[in-house]
């Protein structure tokens, strides 16, 4: 079992930046492939972006999010810059046990993070 644990959510500024991380415990990440979701109030979860053999983003954050990730460290990052107000929602991490999935929706995944929230201010 992989529990995963998000961090680096806070309250920003339009324009700004922030960092999230997804770290697991129990198991490494270094054979999943990995995406990033978010879900605003009474919205649906959506697609942010995605890590395996290629790296995919959602045409809202192509240009200025970037996923990544630190084997070494066992982490995968989202770096999110010039932040919107838009982009104000809780994000989640999650795993999928196939490391070239290609990751583009949150159904069929095998593991998940609680979420950190994101609060962008105009």
């Known amino acids: 079992q992989v529990q995963l644990v998000e961090s680096g959510g806070g309250l920003v500024q339009a324009g700004g930046s922030l960092r999230l991380s997804c770290a697991p415990s129990g198991r490494t990440l270094r054979n999943y492939a990995m995406g990033w979701f978010r879900q605003a109030p009474g919205k649906e979860r959506e697609f942010v972006a995605s890590i395996s053999w290629i790296t995919y983003y959602a045409d809202s954050v192509k240009g200025r999010f970037t996923i990544s990730r630190d084997n070494a460290n066992d982490t995968v990052y989202l770096q999110m810059n010039s932040l919107k107000p838009e982009d104000t929602a809780v994000y989640y991490c999650?795993?999928?046990?196939?490391?070239?999935?290609?990751?583009?929706?949150?159904?069929?995944?095998?593991?998940w993070g609680e979420g950190t929230l994101v609060t962008v201010s105009s």
């Open positions: 999650a795993a999928d046990r196939n490391p070239r999935a290609f990751i583009t929706a949150p159904y069929g995944l095998d593991y």
